[in-house]
């Protein structure tokens, strides 16, 4: 399916995109007392946990930084924007598996399926982070317009994510290991990630290693937006763009050519 088809496609099942999407955000909290609410108490929960614990309790501060919130703020940023993405990945890998039976009884164009995971993420990227804009707002942490460069950083996360996560949503329908493994690896790809430590406390060889890990540059990118409130280094994010678009690419060519044995394999 030509790139203009697949566009139209998903146009023309708009109204089973957003759908599905509204029923499994109402499916999260359907038998809660609270219902909806928890989208707002869990973040803030844990924005006002991390804040209390790490800048008033350990006194964690960053080097340079001598501000009060300053390694909350460094730690929100990383985790937040980690959470989208494990989201969004973890959640590829296994989409075509969790709707098996919806593909198999069903014709609608099986692109719609990582779309609905994309747009599930986002709704829950955006109760989050945007309590966590309030949050910056009260404490006087507000980055200023340099904020409006958070949107090409997350452009370039979710491209990559997106890509990553097709990638390995038709691997695991064919090698059900690749599900296993990725979870694994999601593990100790955080703890690889500056997010809650500063790269440049790392000893020299680590921080070399550093340079290969695409989310590395990401999370230095959201610190110098939200914490320095500084421009990031654009060059460094080229790599993990180019890299995003492969991996999008890759992710296309393999579900296109792959899509009929899915069907069969689910």
Known sequence: MKLPAMLNGLWAYRGFILGSVKREFQAKYRNSLLGAAWTVLNPLA????????????????????????????????????????????????????????????????RMCLPVIVVLNALV???????????????????????YLALLPVLLVQILFAVGLGMV?????????????????????????????????????????????????????????ILVHAEMPDWRSLLPVTLLGLGSCVLGMRMFRKRSGEMVDEL
Not at 60 to 82: D, K, M, Q, V
Not at 131 to 137: E, G, N, P, Y
Not at 204 to 213: E, K, T
Request: one cysteine or more.
């Open 46 to 109: 844990m924005i006002v946990v991390y804040t209390v614990i790490f800048s008033n309790v350990m006194g964690s501060r960053l080097p340079g930084n001598p501000g009060g919130f300053a390694y909350s703020i460094y730690l929100c940023a990383g985790i937040l924007t980690w959470g989208l993405f494990a989201e969004i990945t973890s959640r590829g890998q296994t989409v075509f598996l969790e709707n098996a039976n919806l593909i198999k009884k069903l014709s609608f164009p």
């Open 124 to 146: 829950n990227f955006a109760i989050v982070f945007g309590l966590f804009t309030l949050f910056l707002a009260v404490t006087g942490n507000f980055p200023g317009t340099i």
């Open 168 to 224: 390995l949503g038709v691997l695991n329908v064919f090698f059900r290991d690749v599900g296993q493994f990725f979870t694994i690896l999601l593990q100790f790809w955080f703890w690889f990630t500056p997010i809650v430590y500063v790269a440049t406390a790392l000893p020299a060889g680590i921080q070399d290693l550093m340079a290969y890990n695409p989310l590395a540059a990401l999370a230095g990118a959201y610190h110098a």
